[in-house]
């Protein structure tokens, strides 16, 4: 912000940066706790985990409308410039990833019922797997955005491509799975639903992720940074 500015104005908005970031933060924290309740609710069969997922979307929704009412309220009375802009409108947007993130969790939960229906299927350990890597990443996504860390937020989207081998493989198991066994048919689809909505978890995640890096520095993250390096000869 320009320093001949009062310096009450400038602490002013420095503390409503600060409350936006705890705001992302916290809202941050709620999904991750989503996610990985999502997960074990499909993973133990359990519907009343299941049900507590679906309830607490509102939390994360809510937490968003306050994310959007204070970004509104600080570019219509402060007019931020230069790095106090790109924090706003980079807390807005991490702000409705999340809210993806949890309606995803959501999905995900909601299937538990239908699982349940059915014998417990074998891949669903594979699809288990595929989670926990999606909370690892969103984690280190969220560190990333606590720290200011570009250099997390590139490895965040580069362990991105882990997820989408785990999709890939999970489901062509699935796609064998139904073919060899008819009867497997909608509790495989159910699975593979599931897989999908992680993987778009993934996306959404290195969304977050590119926004802290363009946050950071200043510039957007470029394809070629995403790949891991290569030693030389």
Do not use: W
Not at 17 to 40: F, H, P, W, Y
Not at 70 to 85: F, G
Not at 146 to 153: F, L, P, V
């Amino acid at each position: 912000m320009n320093g001949s500015l009062p310096s009450h104005i400038v602490r002013a908005y420095s503390d409503e940066l600060n409350a936006l970031s705890d705001e992302i933060a916290r809202m941050g924290g709620l999904c991750e706790s989503q996610v990985a309740d999502c997960i074990t609710a499909v993973s133990r069969r359990d519907p009343q985990l299941a049900d507590a997922v679906v309830a607490g979307d509102l939390q994360v929704d809510e937490s968003e409308t306050a994310v959007e009412k204070r970004v509104i309220r600080m570019l219509a009375l402060r007019q931020p410039m230069a790095s106090d802009l790109r924090a706003t409108i980079a807390a807005y947007r991490i702000a409705g990833d999340l809210e993806r993130i949890g309606d995803l969790a959501k999905n995900i939960a909601r299937r538990t019922h239908e699982l349940n229906k059915a014998q417990p299927l074998e891949l669903t350990r594979s699809a288990e797997r595929m989670g926990r890597l999606v909370v690892t990443n969103l984690h280190r996504a969220l560190d990333a955005f606590s720290a200011g860390s570009s250099e997390e937020s590139i490895a965040v989207c580069r362990a991105d491509e882990e997820v989408d081998e785990h999709y890939n493989s999970l489901f062509r198991e699935l796609l064998t799975f139904m073919i060899e066994d008819p009867s497997t048919i909608t509790a495989s689809a159910h699975l593979l639903f599931v897989a999908k909505n992680l993987e778009r978890i993934g996306d959404h995640t290195t969304n977050i992720a590119e926004m802290i890096h363009y946050l950071v520095t200043g510039n957007e993250l470029r394809r070629e940074m995403r790949r891991e390096p290569t030693e030389a000869g």
